[in-house]
């Protein structure tokens, strides 16, 4: 249960409802993290454009790829809540049991090639504290392997926008 009271269907905007329509018809509830976003419109709607353009939207990035950063990096912040919404979500994706158990286990236990492994430590690198450590040889490496400079940035946005909501999730005591 949240820290904090969270608002139901009936006390959030007029525009932040008609988002959440749609997802109360299909599903039957709401998730705590939309609710705790529905508590500022500001808040609900630039997380929202974020969710959009950086998971929902073809990138450059494959799907398998994104979710592989959600469920890393959400494992490193210690978010169970979000790598439980994002199992399933890579479920819907296509991703199979076997490949989320791999990517849970760690990087090293994915069965997949050395640049995708070379991405996804760069990304749970980027996602620390000391980030700020990180130089030009570690975005060169990556780009010797053949990632281009808007597939790296998107990477570390998303990178970031999960260390944005899983501290969300993690200081307002979501999914607990």
């Known amino acids: 249960m949240a820290y904090i009271a969270l608002p139901e269907f009936e006390e959030m905007s007029p525009a932040i409802q008609e988002k959440a329509r749609p997802i109360l018809e299909k599903t039957g509830s709401l998730g705590e993290i939309f609710k705790l976003l529905a508590l500022d419109e500001k808040v609900y709607f630039a997380t929202d454009m974020m969710v959009q353009n950086f998971l929902l939207e073809p990138t450059e ?13 959400s494992k490193e912040n210690s978010c169970k809540m979000c790598v439980d919404v994002h199992k399933n ?10 490949r989320i158990t791999q990517i849970l286990e760690g990087i090293d236990s994915i069965s997949t090639d050395e640049k995708e492994k070379a991405l996804l430590r760069f990304c749970v690198r980027a996602s620390k504290k000391d980030n700020y450590k990180m130089q030009q040889e570690d975005i060169d490496a990556l780009k010797t392997l053949g990632y281009s400079d808007v597939q790296i940035i998107e990477a570390v946005a998303i990178t970031g926008y999960f260390n944005y909501i899983n501290t969300l999730s993690n200081v307002f005591g979501l999914g607990q």
Do not use: C
Request: cysteine-free; aromatic content about 4%.
């Open 61 to 73: 990035l494959s799907y398998d790829v994104k979710e592989a950063i959600a469920l890393l990096i």
């Open 89 to 98: 979500i890579a479920k819907m994706l296509g991703l199979s049991e076997d």
